[in-house]
């Protein structure tokens, strides 16, 4: 059962809510707006708005999920913000070793803490491990995602908002990428998504083409429903291959 309008997700799951801008692809952060709105609409997970919170009372919530799912792990937070102790990390991948029938996509920012924490603890099997890669400037985090023990290993290329030039694919399973939505979204080139998909083919990483967003592939700004999900008239929507590692 989907409950997310997430397409690379079926379930998201929130034990931490609320972050800090790291990057120019936090600029106009949906998880913020979002956030923001459930605090004045009086929602008491977001009693404290968008300042990153732990939430012990939903850490057991994967328990009651009969069903296998694919579940993205702190939708609205990054899990390695430099405010979230390793201590309730810790009970996060107690639950997901808890739960193996289901599979946990954790994307984060954050690689050195990411990379620190998982030094001192294995990486649970049913674990995706994914960067966030939105301009050239932060293709390192690549590198150290590239040392982590993942059963899958994945890209979030949203917002792409530069072309990146020559990426290193070497042991990535998996690249989603996306344009920016709002008011304020800059646009993304077909030509840097493009230069994306031929980079995933010759090394056959699988490639999700999520959205266009608020501007579309002729470069005109509409609704982001209007612009779509297809790229060069095609479907686009792959999903990794469970690597052994």
């Given at each position: 059962?989907?409950?997310?309008?997430?397409?690379?997700?079926?379930?998201?799951?929130?034990p931490?809510t609320?972050?800090?801008?790291?990057?120019?692809?936090c600029?106009h952060?949906?998880?913020?707006?979002?956030?923001?709105?459930l605090?004045?609409?009086?929602?008491?997970?977001?009693?404290?708005g968008?300042?990153?919170?732990t939430h012990?009372?939903?850490l057991d919530?994967?328990?009651i999920?009969?069903?296998?799912?694919?579940?993205?792990?702190c939708?609205?937070?990054?899990?390695?913000?430099?405010?979230?102790p390793f201590?309730f990390?810790d009970?996060v991948?107690?639950?997901i070793?808890?739960t193996?029938?289901?599979?946990?996509?954790i994307?984060?920012?954050?690689?050195?803490?990411?990379?620190?924490?998982?030094?001192?603890v294995?990486?649970?099997?049913n674990?995706?491990?994914?960067?966030?890669?939105?301009?050239?400037?932060e293709?390192?985090?690549?590198?150290?995602?590239?040392?982590?023990k993942?059963?899958?290993?994945?890209?979030?290329?949203?917002?792409?908002?530069?072309?990146?030039?020559?990426?290193?694919?070497t042991g990535?399973d998996?690249?989603?990428?996306?344009?920016?939505?709002?008011v304020?979204?800059?646009?993304?080139?077909?030509?840097?998504v493009?230069?994306?998909?031929?980079?995933a083919d010759?090394?056959?990483?699988?490639?999700?083409?999520?959205?266009?967003?608020?501007?579309g592939?002729?470069?005109?700004?509409?609704?982001k429903?209007a612009?779509?999900?297809?790229?060069?008239?095609?479907?686009?929507?792959?999903?990794?291959?469970?690597?052994?590692?």
């Amino acid at each position: 059962m989907k409950t997310t309008k997430i397409e690379w997700t079926d379930r998201t799951w929130n034990p931490v809510t609320g972050c800090t801008k790291i990057s120019t692809g936090c600029a106009h952060c949906y998880a913020e707006i979002m956030a923001r709105r459930l605090h004045a609409m009086g929602v008491d997970k977001y009693a404290n708005g968008f300042t990153p919170t732990t939430h012990y009372d939903v850490l057991d919530e994967p328990l009651i999920w009969k069903r296998p799912h694919t579940v993205f792990v702190c939708s609205m937070a990054d899990l390695f913000h430099d405010a979230v102790p390793f201590s309730f990390i810790d009970k996060v991948m107690d639950t997901i070793r808890q739960t193996g029938h289901h599979r946990y996509q954790i994307l984060t920012k954050r690689t050195s803490r990411m990379a620190e924490y998982f030094a001192r603890v294995d990486i649970p099997d049913n674990v995706w491990l994914g960067v966030t890669i939105e301009a050239p400037s932060e293709l390192s985090r690549i590198d150290a995602l590239r040392e982590l023990k993942a059963s899958i290993r994945f890209l979030s290329c949203e917002p792409l908002l530069e072309d990146l030039g020559i990426i290193d694919l070497t042991g990535i399973d998996w690249i989603i990428v996306g344009g920016e939505s709002g008011v304020e979204a800059r646009p993304m080139k077909p030509e840097w998504v493009r230069s994306i998909l031929r980079q995933a083919d010759e090394l056959g990483t699988a490639f999700f083409f999520k959205q266009w967003g608020t501007w579309g592939s002729d470069g005109v700004k509409r609704n982001k429903k209007a612009n779509g999900k297809a790229f060069d008239g095609q479907i686009i929507q792959m999903m990794p291959q469970l690597a052994m590692r």
